[in-house]
């Protein structure tokens, strides 16, 4: 679903992402984690065709990522770490105007927004300018945005923050089922205990480079902490304990 080989970003004088390699399998929720600044949401950017590459390749879906290629992107989608939406819209014409650029069916759109309205207990807001949100209440919406669709890879970039618990809670289970279902999860967040708790695989950041990959199990095993917290073992292969 998701492959990267070589990719690499420079600013400037900086590289922000250095040569990295990995795949993400249909189906997987895969948690890229990493310090502040390790490269990321440049990465995320990439793997999107947002940005463009220093070097290196990205295969989203089989084919080659690129900034141009409209269709395949209408077949992924974003939760990115700032939810940043037209304040002027409110919240029914911004999923309205999102349903319209993926093509939803009217009848689709209508079971879906009821199905997350519940969800996110976001009934009777619709019509409030975004402006007037809270930072919590932008979040929900932008994650709507990002699912009600049904891509078939969602990348989101710390999707958590700000979600009350138990919208965390229920956000938890619809990633978890979602991948379930065959649809594929590429997360990034600092909230370790959130990959520790949904996430197949885990890939490492530090610097740009790929420092270790693998299943939970796997890392505790290279951190030499078997029974650790990811937390413990995050903190073991980034910073040496
Ligand atoms: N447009 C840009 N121009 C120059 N440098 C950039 C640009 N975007 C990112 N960087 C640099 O690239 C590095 C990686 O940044 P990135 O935002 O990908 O990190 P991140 O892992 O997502 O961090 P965080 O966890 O804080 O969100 C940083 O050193 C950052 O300053």
Redesign the pocket.
């Known amino acids: 679903m998701i492959k990267a080989e070589g990719l690499t970003?420079i600013?400037?004088s900086?590289t922000?992402?250095d040569s990295l390699d990995f795949e993400v399998p249909k189906g997987e929720l895969f948690a890229f984690l990493?310090?502040?600044?390790?490269?990321?949401?440049?990465?995320?950017r990439m793997l999107m065709g947002l940005l463009e590459p220093t070097g290196g390749s990205v295969e989203i879906l089989g084919e080659e990522m690129r900034l141009d290629k409209t269709e395949l992107k209408k077949r992924i989608s974003f939760v990115p770490?700032t939810p940043d939406i037209i304040g002027k819209l409110s919240g029914r014409e911004y999923l309205n105007f999102v349903a319209g650029v993926y093509g939803m069916q009217q009848e689709e759109y209508e079971r879906e927004l009821e199905y997350f309205l519940d969800f996110f207990d976001l009934e009777g807001r619709l019509d409030t300018l975004v402006e007037n949100y809270s930072h919590g209440m932008r979040q929900k919406l932008v994650i709507i945005g990002a699912l009600m669709h049904h891509p078939d890879i969602v990348f989101l970039?710390?999707p958590t923050v700000g979600l009350d618990p138990k919208s965390n809670r229920n956000l938890k289970n619809y990633l978890r089922a979602y991948t379930a279902a065959g649809h594929t999860v590429f997360l990034?967040t600092?909230t370790l205990s959130l990959a520790e708790e949904i996430a197949d695989r885990i890939l490492i950041?530090y610097q740009?480079v790929a420092r270790n990959s693998g299943t939970l199990d796997e890392l505790r095993a290279v951190a030499g902490k078997p029974d650790a917290s990811l937390e413990d073992v995050f903190l073991e292969l980034t910073e040496g304990g």
């Open positions: 970003k600013f400037g900086a922000a992402v990493g310090p502040n600044g390790s490269g990321k949401s440049t990465t995320i770490d970039d710390e990034t600092h950041i740009g």
